[in-house]
């Protein structure tokens, strides 16, 4: 059964089947095929699938998302950014940086922050002396900490997969965050003065800098409350994003003032697309993952890899490898849906801590936003910037490389992503 389920699912995938229906008609082709398993699963299996109530934070962090967004408050943070690093040498670059750390904590999306921070900053780097292209880099390897600073979408997905706690997911996700956008900007840095890029003389006056930092600490406000409420006991994870969207109404329609009525009926009417698409992923997910485990397959593997080593550390090695090379043809949700059941395993059979490992999945595939053939921020940016995709990539490698250099750091140095 399994074999005719991963040949099944490899069919599918070379031919472009979207991988919501791939896992769903692998799945009941190899079930026909062995006979053993009564069709009836498939359907009993999509609705115990999706009868979690965790799963309802996916579409309301998401609706939240969307709605901080459409309030336009992506120019609130960047002067935010550009207030702390605007005047360090490649100042703009780092501005991209620090804007999409602080809207990544809002959005929880790596494609919205690229496109809310692109927009802006793409065009005013240009103005200052900074290539098209590179400014696009930045701007797609920035992005990234939409997935990694929380409140994130794919922990909450990793959380509900793996039977851990969203909120530790969410608490330990600001180191990482944090020290992956210092090195971002250390390397804009060094670009910058390879460059002989100017640095800028902007200055604020006083009244600037407490507009500045009024207008934007309301909207960083978000992240603070939902994970202050989880810690709190004042409400559960998945109440938080309820919350959450709430805040972002009233912040938007009272505060900001830059969203209407009909703007959230159609930031509602645009997420559902996003919702059902991921739902959809979830509940054809369940049927695989049921096959999977029928057959003990996670069980196996995991068997497989400590009869080779049970050196933590080379473990998670070969499982960096792998989610470095999977995040380069998947997005993150359907990566982390189907692979997640399998690497968990083998992380509890080694004894790793499942938070920490989490945490180390959503970086490692976060990496894939920004690598070919399918980088999603490479195509916005590229989009944003008119550039040529091939120039983008050519400057986006040393960021892959800061990347993948903290993961290892990460591996040698648990703790950084274990905070909480």
């Not at 600073?149 to 969410?170: D, E, H, K, N, Q």
């Not at 965050?177 to 390879?194: D, E, S, T, V």
């Not at 080694?350 to 938070?355: H, V």
């Amino acid at each position: 059964m399994v074999t005719v389920l991963f040949i099944s699912f490899i069919i599918l995938l070379l031919l472009g089947v979207p991988i919501a229906f791939t896992l769903g008609i692998g799945s009941a082709i190899s079930m026909a095929y062995s006979g053993e398993v009564p069709l009836m699963i498939i359907a009993q299996k999509v609705y115990s699938g999706l009868n979690n109530f965790n799963y309802m934070a996916i579409p309301l962090f998401l609706i939240a998302g969307n709605i901080m967004a459409e309030a336009q408050i992506s120019n609130k943070l960047v002067a935010l950014a550009d207030l702390f690093v605007g005047r360090m040498r490649g100042g703009l670059a780092s501005v991209s940086t620090g804007a999409s750390a602080f809207f990544g904590a809002i959005s929880g999306s790596a494609p919205a922050t690229t496109a809310a921070i692109g927009s802006i900053m793409i065009p005013s780097m240009s103005e200052h002396g900074y290539k098209r292209d590179y400014s696009a880099a930045v701007v797609a390897a920035s992005g990234c900490l939409g997935l990694i600073i929380p409140p994130s979408l794919t922990m909450v997905v990793y959380g509900v997969t793996a039977g851990v706690s969203i909120g530790r997911l969410f608490a330990s996700g600001f180191v990482p965050g944090i020290l992956i956008a210092i090195a971002l900007m250390i390397l804009n840095y060094f670009i910058a003065k390879r460059d002989n890029i100017p640095v800028r003389k902007t200055k604020y006056s006083k009244s600037e800098i407490i507009k500045i930092v009024k207008d934007s600490i309301i909207a960083l406000m978000m992240p603070l409350i939902i994970l202050g409420g989880i810690y709190s006991g004042i409400f559960t994870a998945t109440e938080s994003a309820a919350v959450a969207c709430l805040y972002g109404v009233i912040v938007g329609l009272f505060v900001y003032r830059t969203l209407s009525l009909k703007q959230i009926f159609n930031i509602f009417m645009k997420s559902i697309e996003n919702i059902a698409m991921i739902l959809m992923l979830m509940a054809t997910a369940s049927i695989f993952g049921y096959i999977i485990a029928r057959e003990e397959v996670p069980q196996r593997i995991a068997a497989s890899v400590l009869g080779v080593t049970s050196n933590q550390y080379v473990i998670m090695f070969i499982v960096l490898v792998l989610l470095l090379i999977i995040g380069c043809f998947m997005d993150n949700v359907g990566a982390l849906v189907l692979i997640t059941p399998t690497l968990v395993e083998i992380a509890r059979a080694a004894n790793i801590d499942l938070i920490y490992f989490g945490v180390f999945m959503i970086i490692a595939l976060a990496v894939g936003q920004i690598t070919p053939p399918v980088g999603l921020n490479l195509f916005v940016a590229t989009n944003v910037s008119k550039s040529k995709f091939e120039d983008v990539v050519r400057y986006v490698v040393p960021y892959i490389g800061v990347y993948v250099l903290l993961l290892i750091v990460f591996i040698f140095v648990p703790q950084l992503l274990m905070t909480f």
